[in-house]
């Protein structure tokens, strides 16, 4: 017999009729939900130390990384996964931002072709030169400059600011 066998037996016979045996159904089912007083700070997101905070980061960083060739600093594990990775994240924070949804419906099917070539790419152990060079990239890049450009200016004219980044 198992030890989860001698305890649904147990439990079964505590159970059966007894007031006592429901209340430690309770209590036993209470203390797995209870919640100490910092559960929320283990529940927070973890990003990786090169996420952009917004749309208007990334795509500053993507321009960096195409006008140098790749030759930049990355916190990623290497230029070529940062390059993936912003390619990959940038529909998640436009629609995070106040863009419109014509605007994420410009720019993620783009995106998510590019950044299935870059992996391919990548995965065929191609030089980061030689993904910066894939069709397409580049246009996606100046388009998506064009779009923060143009939110920038709506912002601006609303009176409001891009958040600060963390470099800040």
């Given amino acids: 017999m198992t030890n989860t066998t001698r305890f649904d037996k147990w439990l079964h016979e505590e159970t059966q009729g007894s007031w006592r045996g ?9 203390v797995g939900g209870c919640r100490g007083p910092n559960a929320e700070e283990h529940e927070e997101e973890h990003f990786p130390p090169h996420w952009p905070n917004t749309i208007f980061e990334a ?9 140098t060739n790749g030759v930049v600093e990355s916190k990623a594990t290497s230029i070529e ?7 990959e994240w940038i529909p998640e924070l436009i629609a995070d931002s106040d863009m419109s949804k014509a605007d994420f419906d410009s720019v993620d099917p783009m995106v998510v072709q590019l950044a299935k070539r870059i992996e391919k790419g ?8 030689d993904l910066i060079a894939t069709p397409g990239l580049e246009e996606a890049v100046k388009r998506l400059k064009q779009l923060c450009e143009r939110e920038q200016a709506r912002l601006d004219a609303l009176g409001l600011t891009t958040p600060p980044s963390e470099e800040e």
């Fill in 22 to 30: 429901w209340c430690i159904l309770i209590l036993l089912l209470g």
């Fill in 59 to 67: 795509s500053d960083r993507l321009r960096m990384i195409v006008d």
């Fill in 81 to 87: 996964q940062e390059l993936l990775d912003l390619l």
């Fill in 122 to 129: 990548a995965g065929e152990g191609r030089s980061i030169k």
